[in-house]
């Protein structure tokens, strides 16, 4: 939603958003269920000679870094805001290309059993091995990942690639390790999950107690 006001200071814009996150924020009944809703607004200022259009992006601009804040809040914006989401337009573009490019990387992550120190298996860890930016952890990609749809895909290919390397190490010799693969709370939920580690599994020659899938604390909760 848009909402022009003629605002003085930007101390009345800061007033009258307040208000707004204050009243939006107000619980409601829907068939005997007590829904909340979030705002988080972005501020604009209208300078002499400024177009609608810059007005708006700006706008949508600090909205986000108010989302960012943890949503109920407003943020008026500056000019690094753009910048930053130059940025994050970037990042995203890159991360659709990731995988055809072949960016995408495990790490693993040895596990061994305590009292006899033997090696059990590993523990497969992503990493995007971005061309400007290095080598980025999780953190820096996944949630971009959910956001846009791509989770699926970046899932698929770490099981599958889990499972390609697990074959390997099973021919080399090593029968008893396993391989622990993270799942994202989207791909847990999707119904193709049983079918992709079948045909992971069934792909690379491994029985099912090859792979161990997990879920993250997130996940759970």
């Not at 914006?77 to 072949?102: C, G, T, W, Y």
């Amino acid at each position: 939603f848009v909402l022009l006001t003629d605002a003085r200071e930007p101390s009345d814009a800061a007033n009258l958003a307040s208000k707004l996150v204050a009243v939006i924020q107000q619980p409601y009944m829907i068939a005997g269920q007590d829904c909340r809703v979030s705002a988080s607004i972005g501020i604009a200022l209208y300078s002499e000679g400024a177009r609608r259009e810059d007005l708006l992006k700006n706008a949508d601009a600090a909205m986000y870094h108010a989302k960012a804040l943890g949503r109920n809040a407003y943020r008026f914006f500056e000019v690094s805001m753009n910048e930053d989401a130059q940025k994050q337009l970037q990042i995203l573009h890159d991360l659709r290309l990731a995988i055809d490019r072949q960016e995408l990387v495990l790490y693993y992550q040895p596990k061994f059993d305590a009292r006899t120190r033997a090696m059990l298996g590993v523990e497969a860890l992503i990493r995007w091995n971005h061309p400007k930016r290095g080598l980025l952890l999780p953190a820096e990609f996944i949630p971009l990942a959910e956001k846009i749809g791509l989770i699926l895909a970046i899932g698929e290919w770490t099981v599958q690639e889990a499972c390609r390397q697990m074959s390997e190490w099973r021919a080399a010799g090593f029968t008893d390790w396993t391989v622990a693969v993270n799942l994202s709370a989207v791909q847990f939920t999707h119904p193709g999950l049983v079918e992709l580690v079948q045909r992971s599994l069934n792909r690379n020659a491994l029985n099912p107690g090859s792979l161990i899938v997990e879920i993250t604390e997130s996940t759970a909760m």
